[in-house]
């Protein structure tokens, strides 16, 4: 072997060791690594693991409430008693005319889902890899966490609140007025105004709250934007001519008032191209309140005192005013009776929330209604606006009764009145089934008869209330058999037998019936 083969035998054995010592170095490096690995993950694993897993970690806020170390029920009840206090706080809403308070309950103030805000404080830092919670962790030891809670008004309440506080502080837009006068219309122009800006205003006090807000009492100023008038002087120029009138008497007493009170309420009004008009709406409520008192109105087919009684010759007066205008009638009902003032099925009742008289306004242009109790003590309704009817025509109504159910005579027994006394009660009318007629004429020449309404109205019986005070066991048990067969000559036998003189019979019985019973009609 030549010495140059022996030297590289020599190299290629030292080369061999020398792989084998670097080998074995990596694996006791890669050994020393995961070693140290594992003790610095079992180390990491231990800090992270630190709070339980129900329990919120330390320096956790939500909102300004400090939720550190408690569970998640005992966060969510700590944050319902901070909302509670936070509803209390009030909010000034400022207008460049003054300013109103509203607290934030009265707002409906509310918060994000607790639950869902609970939840968040009590996983943070329990989620993810050990790596990512460890940094999550020593973050929180660093800087603490503040989750932001999401504060929400309730928009309908809210609405209500601006409606009712802010609203009447702003100085909103003017329509034209109209006003009759001796020798013909006064307009007073429009003018031009502001409203609150309701969607704005809502969204700058949720702004404050969820930005700037620390929880204590705040001021915002409402928004507003530009309002238009909805009536303008240039329509209402166009209000020259008669388009109906109609007129009843407004008789006397208690009952007067109602027409005056209802009468005024209507006054006045505009209608719009289009518009309608509920009487019962503008005329009520029929409260003392409001104006009204105790007169005669209809109930159960008799006449009883009630708030507001005789508003109904109001709105029948406005119907005959209303179709010679011929506007359109919308709804309309006659009376459950007849009554005194106007033809049958010339008539529109208004009771409670079942009965109203509404109608339209179907020209072009404005419409306006004037009424009054004039000196001569008539009701009267006038109705002006542009005529546009062809020149010569002319409607007229004419009322026809179909047909007549007479009403009858019930009897009844007044155990406080003296035997045999008769004293007629009640409010009778005869039943009635009628129609209207609307006639058109041109030029003075009839060109159309139609049927424009029909009307039935219930008879209502004559009460005859017949006394038994007084007289004997024997007489008073005759006379209630003879009551309850309604039979007029068994009535007057037994008040003879018995030995009572009737002060009123049957026949006059109904001519006893007072003026004032007479002139109670709805």
Same mark, same amino acid.
Request: hydrophobic share 35%; glycine share 8%.
């Given at each position: 072997?030549?010495?140059?083969?022996?030297?590289? /035998?020599?190299?290629?054995?030292?080369?061999?060791?020398?792989?084998?010592?670097?080998?074995?170095?990596?694996?006791?490096?890669?050994?020393?690594?995961?070693?140290?690995?594992?003790?610095?993950?079992?180390?990491?694993?231990?800090?992270?693991?630190?709070?339980?897993?129900?329990?919120?970690? &330390?320096?956790?806020?939500?909102?300004?409430?400090?939720?550190?170390?408690?569970?998640?029920?005992?966060? /969510?009840?700590?944050?319902? +008693?901070?909302?509670?206090?936070?509803?209390?706080?009030?909010?000034?809403? *400022?207008?460049?005319?003054?300013?109103?308070?509203?607290?934030?309950?009265?707002?409906?103030?509310?918060?994000?889902?607790? &639950?869902?805000?609970?939840? =968040?404080?009590?996983?943070?830092?329990?989620?993810?890899?050990?790596?990512?919670?460890?940094?999550?962790?020593?973050?929180?030891?660093?800087?603490?966490? #503040?989750?932001?809670?999401?504060?929400?008004?309730?928009?309908?309440?809210?609405?209500?609140?601006?409606?009712?506080?802010?609203?009447?502080?702003?100085?909103?837009?003017?329509?034209?007025?109209?006003?009759?006068?001796?020798?013909?219309?006064?307009?007073?122009?429009?003018?031009?105004?502001?409203? #609150? &800006?309701?969607?704005?205003?809502?969204?700058?006090?949720?702004?404050?709250?969820?930005?700037?807000?620390?929880?204590?009492?705040?001021?915002?100023?409402?928004?507003?934007?530009?309002?238009?008038?909805?009536?303008?002087?240039?329509?209402?120029?166009?209000?020259?001519?008669?388009?109906?009138?109609?007129?009843? &008497?407004?008789?006397?007493?208690?009952?007067?008032?109602?027409?005056?009170?209802?009468?005024?309420?209507?006054?006045? *009004?505009?209608?719009?191209?289009?518009?309608?008009?509920?009487?019962?709406?503008?005329?009520?409520?029929?409260?003392?309140?409001?104006?009204?008192?105790?007169?005669?109105?209809?109930?159960?087919?008799?006449? #009883?005192?009630?708030?507001?009684?005789?508003?109904?010759?109001? @709105?029948?007066?406005?119907?005959?005013?209303?179709?010679?205008?011929?506007?359109?009638?919308?709804?309309?009902?006659?009376? @459950?009776?007849?009554?005194?003032?106007?033809?049958?099925?010339?008539?529109?009742?208004?009771?409670?929330?079942?009965?109203?008289?509404?109608?339209?306004?179907?020209?072009?242009?404005?419409?306006?209604?004037?009424? +009054?109790?004039?000196?001569?003590?008539?009701?009267?309704?006038?109705?002006?606006?542009?005529?546009?009817?062809?020149?010569?025509?002319?409607? +007229?109504?004419?009322?026809?009764?179909?047909?007549?159910?007479?009403?009858?005579?019930?009897? /009844?027994?007044?155990?406080?009145?003296?035997?045999?006394?008769?004293?007629?009660?009640?409010?009778?009318?005869?039943?009635? =089934?009628?129609?209207?007629?609307?006639?058109?004429?041109?030029?003075? =020449?009839?060109?159309?008869?139609?049927?424009?309404?029909?009307?039935?109205?219930?008879?209502?019986?004559?009460?005859?209330?017949?006394?038994?005070?007084?007289?004997?066991?024997?007489?008073?048990?005759?006379?209630?058999?003879?009551?309850?067969?309604?039979?007029?000559?068994?009535?007057?036998?037994?008040?003879?037998?018995?030995?009572?003189?009737?002060?009123?019979?049957?026949?006059?019985?109904?001519?006893?019936?007072?003026?004032?019973?007479?002139?109670?009609?709805?």
């Amino acid at each position: 072997m030549t010495s140059e083969r022996r030297r590289r /035998k020599v190299t290629r054995r030292m080369s061999l060791k020398r792989k084998r010592r670097m080998t074995v170095l990596f694996f006791a490096a890669v050994f020393l690594i995961l070693l140290v690995f594992a003790g610095s993950y079992l180390a990491l694993r231990k800090y992270v693991n630190t709070v339980e897993g129900d329990i919120i970690a &330390d320096n956790i806020s939500i909102g300004t409430v400090d939720v550190s170390g408690l569970t998640r029920n005992q966060a /969510k009840e700590l944050l319902e +008693e901070h909302l509670a206090e936070d509803r209390a706080v009030t909010v000034s809403l *400022k207008t460049e005319n003054g300013s109103a308070d509203a607290t934030l309950e009265e707002l409906g103030l509310s918060s994000d889902d607790l &639950d869902s805000l609970t939840k =968040e404080a009590v996983d943070y830092g329990k989620k993810g890899s050990v790596w990512t919670r460890y940094r999550r962790m020593k973050r929180l030891e660093a800087d603490g966490l #503040v989750i932001r809670e999401k504060f929400t008004l309730d928009k309908e309440l809210t609405e209500a609140v601006l409606n009712e506080r802010a609203v009447p502080l702003i100085k909103g837009a003017q329509d034209a007025a109209i006003e009759k006068t001796a020798t013909g219309f006064k307009i007073t122009p429009e003018q031009e105004g502001k409203a #609150v &800006d309701i969607e704005a205003t809502i969204e700058v006090i949720t702004e404050q709250l969820n930005q700037e807000w620390n929880h204590e009492d705040f001021s915002v100023e409402v928004s507003t934007k530009k309002e238009e008038p909805e009536i303008t002087e240039e329509d209402l120029s166009e209000i020259q001519d008669e388009l109906g009138s109609f007129w009843t &008497d407004a008789g006397g007493g208690e009952r007067w008032n109602n027409l005056k009170t209802g009468t005024e309420r209507l006054n006045g *009004k505009i209608l719009m191209p289009g518009e309608t008009l509920s009487v019962g709406q503008v005329t009520g409520p029929y409260t003392a309140e409001n104006g009204y008192v105790e007169a005669g109105a209809y109930e159960n087919g008799q006449v #009883v005192s009630d708030y507001g009684g005789g508003i109904c010759q109001v @709105s029948t007066t406005l119907y005959n005013a209303v179709i010679y205008a011929e506007l359109e009638i919308v709804e309309r009902a006659p009376h @459950s009776m007849t009554v005194a003032y106007v033809k049958p099925s010339r008539d529109a009742a208004i009771a409670g929330d079942y009965l109203d008289f509404k109608f339209k306004n179907s020209y072009d242009t404005p419409i306006y209604i004037y009424g +009054e109790i004039n000196s001569s003590n008539q009701l009267q309704f006038i109705i002006y606006g542009k005529d546009t009817r062809p020149e010569g025509r002319k409607v +007229e109504y004419e009322s026809e009764t179909v047909s007549t159910t007479e009403h009858g005579t019930t009897y /009844k027994e007044n155990p406080e009145a003296a035997f045999g006394t008769m004293t007629s009660t009640g409010s009778p009318h005869d039943g009635v =089934e009628a129609r209207l007629w609307k006639i058109v004429y041109e030029d003075g =020449e009839e060109v159309s008869r139609e049927v424009f309404n029909t009307s039935s109205y219930s008879a209502s019986d004559e009460i005859i209330e017949v006394g038994t005070a007084g007289g004997s066991e024997e007489a008073v048990a005759a006379l209630q058999s003879a009551i309850a067969s309604q039979d007029a000559a068994k009535i007057s036998e037994a008040v003879s037998k018995g030995g009572g003189q009737a002060t009123e019979n049957q026949e006059d019985a109904a001519a006893q019936q007072t003026d004032e019973q007479a002139r109670e009609q709805s």
